[in-house]
C-alpha cells in the first residue's frame, strides 16, 4: 500500500458515509476497482432564460369540458401561444366555480352546440370526463374547428377508428396535451439534447410515474377528492391508457419510433378494493422499430414527497445517458425539471427551470399554418392506439398478501 494509498483511506474513514455523500459533488472522485480516479468532469449548469417573445399569431379558442384539472395547463398554453379564450362550457358546478374564479371575464356558452356554432373559434380544449373526449373532437371537427384533449385522448379502439376517419374527412388537427412531455421543461430540454445526438443513438426509454390519489392542502398539484368517474375504468380509460399514454408518447418521442407493439402489460388493485373497477398498479414493456421502452405506474405516492409524483424518465443512448427528475429532487430539494447527462466526456446537471415552454405557440402557430410542428398527429395517435391495447391485453395480477386480513 502507497502513502497516497493510505491516506485516502484513512480520510474516507474518517468523513464516513453521510459526510462522503455530501462531499463527493464537490470533490468530482471516485475511485473504480483498479484504485484509479474517474476521467470525466462533473459540471453544473442552468439553462438561461429565453427571450420574452411576441406571441406571433392570434386564435380565438374555447373549453368545453373540464372534469380534470389539466384544463388550466391547456388554457395557459394556448394564451402564451397567442390565443383568446372566448367561450366555456362545463356541467360540473365545482368545476365551473373554480374556473370562473380563475377567469372571471371568460363569457359562458349554455350549450355545446352553441360553441360548435360559433365560426369565430378555430380551436377547441377539452377535459371532460376521458371516456367522452373523443366523440366530443370528433364532433369539433366536423364543426370545422381543431381540438386539443386533454389525456387520455381516446379510450377504446372504435373511438381511434372514429378520430383517424374523421381527421382523414375534414383535414383538422386532433391533438393530445401529454403534459408530462409538453408541459415539464427537463423533459423539452431532454428531446433537444437527444436530437443533437449528445447520447449517440437511443436504445431504451424507461418511465417511473408514481401518482398520489388526492394531495393535501398546500400540496403541488392541488387538494381534494376524486370524483366518482376516476374510480371507473370505463370511464377514465384504465391506469395504462390514462396515465400511461403520457409514458408510451415520450417512448415514441425520444426513440424516433414509427411503428411499436405492446410486448407484455399487466395491472393490479392491490390496496383500494372498494373500487374494484380501479387500478393503483400498472407496468409495461414496449417494442418499437427504433427502441425499447419500460413503463411502471402507481398511485402510492406517499404524502411525505411533498408533491404528486417523483417521476422519472431515462434515456439509454450508445453514447451516454440521461436522466430527468420532473417534479421534485427527492432528499435534496423541492426543486423540479432537474437533468442528468453522463456522456464520454463528463456527468452533468442541468436545471431546466428557466426554459421556455413551446408546446402553446407551436400549436397556435399549427392551427395558423396547417402545420404539425407541436405534435405528429400519427405519433399522437399511435401513442394512443398502444396505450389502449395495452390496458385490454393486461395480465390482471394478485398477490398472496392481498387474501390476508
Not at 19 to 37: D, F, T
Not at 260 to 273: D, F, G, K, M, T
Not at 301 to 307: D, E, F, R
Amino acid at each position: 500500500m502507497t502513502i497516497n494509498d493510505q491516506s485516502r483511506r484513512l480520510f474516507l474513514q474518517g468523513m464516513g458515509a453521510a459526510g462522503l455523500a455530501g462531499a463527493l459533488p464537490l470533490m468530482a472522485v471516485g475511485a473504480g476497482a483498479s484504485g484509479e480516479g474517474l476521467s470525466g468532469h462533473v459540471l453544473h449548469e442552468v439553462v438561461p432564460p429565453g427571450p420574452v417573445e411576441t406571441p406571433k399569431h392570434a386564435i380565438r379558442f374555447a373549453v368545453c369540458g373540464m372534469s380534470h384539472d389539466h384544463i388550466y395547463l391547456m388554457v395557459e398554453a394556448i394564451r402564451r401561444g397567442g390565443g383568446e379564450l372566448v367561450l366555456a362550457y362545463a356541467t360540473e358546478p365545482d368545476k365551473i366555480a373554480g374556473f370562473k374564479k380563475r377567469y372571471p371575464d371568460v363569457k359562458w356558452a349554455s350549450t355545446v352546440e352553441e360553441i360548435l356554432n360559433d365560426k369565430s373559434i378555430q380551436l377547441v380544449l377539452s377535459s371532460q370526463i376521458a371516456s367522452e373526449r373523443a366523440p366530443l373532437g370528433v364532433r369539433v371537427m366536423k364543426s370545422g374547428k381543431d381540438f386539443l384533449s386533454d389525456k387520455p385522448g381516446i379510450t377504446t379502439l372504435d373511438q381511434l377508428a372514429a378520430v383517424r376517419k374523421t381527421i382523414s374527412e375534414t383535414g383538422r388537427i386532433y391533438a393530445v396535451e401529454y403534459s408530462e412531455r409538453f408541459d415539464v421543461k427537463a423533459a423539452v430540454k431532454a428531446g433537444e439534447l437527444v436530437k443533437q445526438g449528445v447520447i449517440g443513438r437511443v436504445i431504451q426509454t424507461i418511465n417511473i410515474a408514481p401518482h398520489q390519489i388526492s394531495q393535501r392542502a398546500g400540496d403541488a398539484g392541488g387538494s381534494g377528492g376524486r370524483p366518482d368517474w376516476f374510480w371507473n375504468d370505463a370511464q377514465f380509460g384504465g391506469i395504462l391508457c390514462d396515465i400511461g399514454s403520457h409514458q408510451i408518447d415520450q417512448f415514441l418521442y425520444y426513440t424516433g419510433s414509427t411503428k411499436a407493439e405492446v410486448v407484455a402489460s399487466q395491472i393490479a388493485n392491490l390496496q383500494h378494493p372498494e373500487h374494484p373497477h380501479f387500478q393503483d398498479f400498472g407496468d409495461m414493456m414496449l417494442h418499437g422499430n427504433n427502441g425499447c421502452g419500460y413503463v411502471r405506474l402507481d398511485w402510492f405516492t406517499p404524502y411525505g414527497l411533498g408533491t404528486w409524483g417523483d417521476g422519472r424518465l431515462f434515456i439509454l443512448g450508445t453514447e451516454g445517458y440521461i436522466e430527468a427528475r420532473k417534479y421534485t429532487n427527492v432528499a435534496v430539494n423541492t426543486q423540479g425539471n432537474n437533468l442528468f447527462v453522463v456522456d464520454g466526456k463528463s456527468s452533468r446537471y442541468i436545471d431546466c427551470n428557466n426554459l421556455t415552454l413551446p408546446f402553446g405557440p407551436q400549436l397556435v402557430g399549427d392551427v395558423v399554418n396547417r402545420t404539425h410542428t407541436a405534435q405528429d398527429q400519427e405519433q399522437c395517435l399511435l401513442a394512443a392506439e398502444l396505450s389502449i391495447k395495452a390496458q385490454s391485453n393486461a395480465k390482471r395480477v394478485h398477490l398472496d398478501w392481498q387474501k390476508k386480513p
